[in-house]
């Protein structure tokens, strides 16, 4: 028998997430972002099945390339644009559009010597502070740009939002409006939405919006749940009962003897560990669902396994299936009990987890 640890990766449910988007931003291009292996789920079979997106925006030009020789002919952007001048031969050879947020690309771009021009996103900060030309730096960047044989006109313009999950945060109109005053006068489309942003801010939806975690089927908002948004979990990461125990009142269990029984009960351990990307610091009580129905871990996640209380699942035997997270368990409340956020337990699941394709969870 094979270690039972899968992820289950629901394609059916990647595109209903895009029907989603579409929904919550009619009319404007879709840029889905499939970086980090598309959080987790496999970069090439999602860009395949969300062919009806109008772009891919990725982190590296490895991940583009990969998608080029997969056959992925849509535009690619890459959100950090260039690391180093040698990168520019292959961006303009694969057709990739770049970010440029600093002046050291500006730099690179003036020294290529590529054939074909390159379609540029011009990146600003309008208040995150983390990638972007500062608005007073933002015209001469684009003069810099608009004057560069090697850039493709017209330059798109971009800024990345930092409190869009929280509805009431002041900073996204403040945003929203150092952009507009950075960017005053100048062509190009605009791209500021993610998918917080598609969701709770229709006033930054501009030219082309950028989904990413909702796609995966997960709430965006702080405390939020993919259903209240019509979204449909995409991976389940599921397992097996691989063992049931009968212990006694006063039994230790796991790593460090930290979870006593608190009464005679039955105690079953998963296949799923950290090993698997199953977060270690997942508390005693995170849920986990045995044969459909909520029970709790107990003790300490090991890298290979967890046990969880069966008291409730009396008639729980080896073999039974475990979810993690997924279709029946919201991975928001896994990551809530984990002191982390869904976005990281998708994109940390090994690559020893075998990744199955479903088209519906049935
Ligand atoms: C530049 C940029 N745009 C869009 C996204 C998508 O964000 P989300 O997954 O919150 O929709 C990201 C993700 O980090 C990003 O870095």
Request: aromatic letters at 4%; hydrophobic letters at 45%; proline letters at 5%.
């Amino acid at each position: 028998m094979t270690r039972p640890a899968q992820a289950l990766i629901d394609l059916s449910a990647l595109q209903h997430n895009l029907t989603r988007v579409k929904q919550a931003a009619p009319g404007r291009r879709v840029m889905a972002i499939i970086k980090a292996d598309a959080y987790g789920h496999g970069i090439v079979r999602v860009a395949r099945a969300l062919n009806e997106a109008d772009g891919y925006g990725v982190a590296s030009i490895d991940e583009a390339i990969v998608l080029r020789e997969a056959g992925v002919t849509r535009p690619i952007t890459l959100l950090e644009g260039c690391f180093e001048a040698s990168e520019m031969e292959l961006i303009s050879r694969h057709a990739l559009s770049v970010v440029v947020h600093h002046a050291a690309q500006l730099d690179m771009l003036e020294r290529a010597a590529q054939k074909s021009p390159v379609t540029v996103w011009l990146k600003i900060d309008s208040g995150m502070h983390r990638l972007g030309f500062a608005p007073v730096e933002v015209k001469p960047a684009w003069q810099r740009l608009t004057a560069c044989a090697a850039v493709a006109q017209p330059i798109g313009l971009m800024t990345h939002l930092a409190c869009a999950d929280d509805i009431s945060h002041p900073a996204t109109l403040h945003q929203l409006e150092c952009l507009e005053r950075a960017a005053a006068g100048l062509p190009g489309e605009r791209s500021i939405a993610n998918s917080a942003a598609i969701l709770g801010w229709p006033q930054t939806h501009a030219d082309w919006v950028r989904p990413g975690i909702m796609l995966y089927g997960v709430s965006p908002f702080c405390g939020g749940r993919a259903a209240e948004h019509n979204l449909k979990s995409v991976m389940t990461l599921r397992s097996a009962l691989i063992a049931v125990h009968h212990f006694k009142r006063g039994d230790a269990i796991g790593y460090g003897a930290s979870y006593v029984c608190p009464h005679d009960m039955p105690v079953g351990v998963v296949a799923i560990g950290y090993g698997d990307g199953y977060p270690r610091h997942a508390q005693t009580g995170t849920p986990v669902l045995v044969n459909g129905r909520r029970v709790a871990l107990i003790g300490r996640v090991s890298m290979d396994m967890i046990c969880v209380d069966l008291s409730t699942e009396q008639g729980a035997r080896v073999g039974d299936p475990v979810v993690l997270w997924g279709a029946g368990l919201p991975v928001e409340e896994v990551a809530e009990h984990a002191a982390t956020i869904a976005y990281e337990l998708l994109c940390g699941v090994a690559r020893r987890v075998r990744c199955v394709e479903v088209h519906g969870q049935g």
